[in-house]
């Protein structure tokens, strides 16, 4: 099957090139999203000698969330059958890629996440992640009844099948954007599995501030009333029916 990653980057200069020359040889494309960037990270992604590299550019800034969609319009286009998202902050190991990738591939999995909260180096991540983390875990499997650990990790991949299903226009084109597409996959009934994820925290920036908690809580407000009345009638989701979680110790709730 054709693979392919999308990298969205915002004024990545720092990470960028570090972060393409690891992504695996069994790649077949890698579409950088650059979201309106204003150091040299479209330069510097243009010039990586890697001829599997294109770069989409925002002219202006849109955020994660809309890079990502666009990411994975234009791989889908192009013919990717799977489509993986490692961030261009270079915080997503190569190592776990095929592993990430492999549950679509076998055909088990539409979407699949990466785990943080599972792996042994979970203490590496700051002490702040891991709170907002582990509440908004909570948050996100009352509103979309998927039995999420770590509905914050970028490290994704889908199916282009799914893709093909969802309405991107609508997900949240921002922080946020992870437990929004996690809302919309659980709607269109997908199966999500989570998998283990190495953390990475070195010196990369971080555009995540304390307020996107209130920002993804509303997200998942919204999601959840939609959810309340799409069973209202008769079109009812209502998970565990909706995901397909492994390396879940207990049952979630929803
Ligand atoms: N901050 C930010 N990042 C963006 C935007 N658009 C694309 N990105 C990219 O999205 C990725 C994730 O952004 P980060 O701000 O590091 O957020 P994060 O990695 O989810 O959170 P941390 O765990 O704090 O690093 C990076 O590769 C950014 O370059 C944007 O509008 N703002
Ligand atoms: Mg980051």
Redesign the pocket.
């Known amino acids: 099957m054709r693979v392919a990653v999308v990298?969205?980057?915002?004024?990545?200069m720092e990470?960028i090139e570090a972060?393409l020359a690891g992504i695996p040889d069994w790649v077949d494309q890698i579409w950088v999203?650059d979201?309106?960037s204003c150091d040299a990270?479209v330069m510097l992604a243009t010039r990586s000698g890697d001829p599997r590299v294109r770069v989409h550019r925002h002219a202006v800034?849109?955020?994660?969330g809309?890079?990502i969609a666009t990411g994975y319009l234009a791989a889908v286009t192009e013919g990717a059958e799977v489509v993986a998202v490692m961030?261009?902050?270079n915080?997503m190991d190569p190592t776990d890629l095929a592993r990430v990738v492999e549950p679509v591939l076998r055909g088990e999995a539409d979407y699949v996440k990466g785990n943080r909260f599972a792996h042994a180096e979970r203490r590496r991540?700051?002490a702040a992640?891991r709170l907002a983390g582990y509440g908004l875990a909570h948050v996100t499997r009352f509103a979309t009844g998927l039995r999420i650990d770590d509905p914050?990790c970028?490290y994704t991949a889908i199916a282009a099948s799914a893709v093909r299903r969802l309405d991107l226009d609508d997900l949240w084109p921002?922080?946020g954007y992870p437990n929004d597409l996690l809302a919309l996959l659980a709607a269109a009934r997908l199966r999500v599995v989570e998998i283990p994820v190495r953390p990475v925290?070195a010196d990369?920036?971080?555009?995540?501030r304390p307020w996107h908690v209130l920002v993804i809580t509303g997200l998942l407000a919204r999601r959840f009333v939609q959810r309340v009345a799409r069973r209202a009638h008769g079109q009812g989701d209502l998970a565990g029916s909706t995901g397909e979680i492994r390396w879940r110790r207990t049952p979630g709730s929803g």
């Open positions: 990298v969205p980057a915002f004024n990545e990470q972060t999203v979201d309106g990270t800034n849109q955020g994660v809309r890079a961030a261009g902050d915080q991540m700051p992640r914050q970028g921002r922080f925290y990369e920036r971080s555009g995540v």
